[in-house]
């Protein structure tokens, strides 16, 4: 039990707003795995996630603000393990171009992975586990844009729940442990192709690092949480063509903590940018949240 709760503590830490402008990426391209809860064999849960964007300059103002509501869960046989996220999105956008809002199902994601190395030292209370898979995020969402609008721009595809493309994921996990101590670092890698509009979303590369320490407290588990997480997009293309300031990075700091009595948990998150370069610096992260509860079984 103490093995496989550790191991799941953080698999795939990743980003949820995926440079959310209306030039770079947006709140649908978004993928969040996040703290995971504490379970044996399966947990199920519904998570809500916050981001806000701000972009200013001579040409565009726009305050983008995207939630998410998502059922999410994951099933653990053996080495290997599966996990389904199934969002449902809500988009407000204000802008010089006046207000959009848009909401529904979003693309969803299911994952796999296969525990590659385990070492345990029971007289150290140490142990390490490597864990490699991948994914796919389907084009489930709705995701229609009228590219021969006249009003149309690139971040109209930013304003619909679905991006409308099939994207693959890469991923390794390194969990480290030491008595009630461990540190977990993530790299992921994410392969976007072109929608039926012929848009593009850059690959994107996810790379965190977190540390959390177990706190007992009579029936509770209390696991306090902070580490960093960096996202670094390419530049997206429309009809073959690159998108101007489309690409770049930010670098999150990250705190939170996890609740867990019995089969219950709370997980609660929070983001905050500590370096970013969005559409030339004209963009900026403002932050974002997430709040989780799950069951575990």
């Known amino acids: 039990m103490k093995r496989v709760s550790l191991t799941f503590l953080f698999v795939l830490f990743t980003v949820f707003s995926m440079l959310a402008c209306p030039y770079c990426g947006c709140g649908n391209s978004n993928f969040q795995i996040g703290v995971l809860p504490t379970f044996s064999n399966a ?37 290997f393990q599966v996990m389904a996220f199934v969002p449902y999105l809500s988009i407000h956008k204000w802008s010089d171009d006046g207000d959009v809002n848009s909401s529904g199902l979003g693309d969803v994601t299911l ?15 140490r142990s390490q586990a490597l864990w490699v898979g991948g994914g ?17 721009t690139v971040g ?13 994921l890469l991923n390794a996990n390194h969990n480290w442990l030491s008595g ?37 407290a ?38 939170g903590f996890n609740l867990q009595k019995g089969n219950m948990g709370i997980l609660v998150n929070g983001f905050l940018p500590l370096s ?7 963009t900026q992260s403002m932050g974002r949240a997430s709040v989780a509860l799950t069951y575990s079984f």
């Open 43 to 79: 947990f199920v849960g519904v998570r809500y996630s916050y981001a806000h964007f701000k972009t200013d300059s001579s040409s565009q103002f726009s305050r983008d603000y995207f939630h998410t509501t998502e059922i999410w869960g994951g099933y653990k046989v053996g080495k």
């Open 136 to 152: 796919i995020k389907l084009p489930t969402g709705q995701s229609k844009v009228d590219t021969e609008d006249p009003g149309f």
């Open 156 to 168: 109209d595809f930013s304003s619909t729940p679905g991006t409308g493309s099939t994207d693959y």
């Open 276 to 282: 970013q370069d969005i559409y030339h610096g004209l």
């Open 111 to 125: 994952l796999g992975n296969y525990q590659l190395l385990y070492k345990s030292n029971s007289a150290s209370s």
């Open 218 to 255: 009579g029936p509770l588990v209390i696991r306090p949480t902070a580490g960093l997480n960096l996202v670094k997009n390419a530049v997206n293309k429309f009809q073959g063509q690159e998108v101007s300031g489309s690409d770049g990075y930010i670098l999150n700091g990250m705190a």
């Open 180 to 216: 009630k101590n461990g540190l977990v670092t993530n790299l992921t890698y994410r392969i976007n192709t072109k929608n039926n509009a012929d848009f593009q979303y850059g690959n994107r590369i996810y790379l965190s690092t977190a540390f959390f320490h177990s706190i007992n």
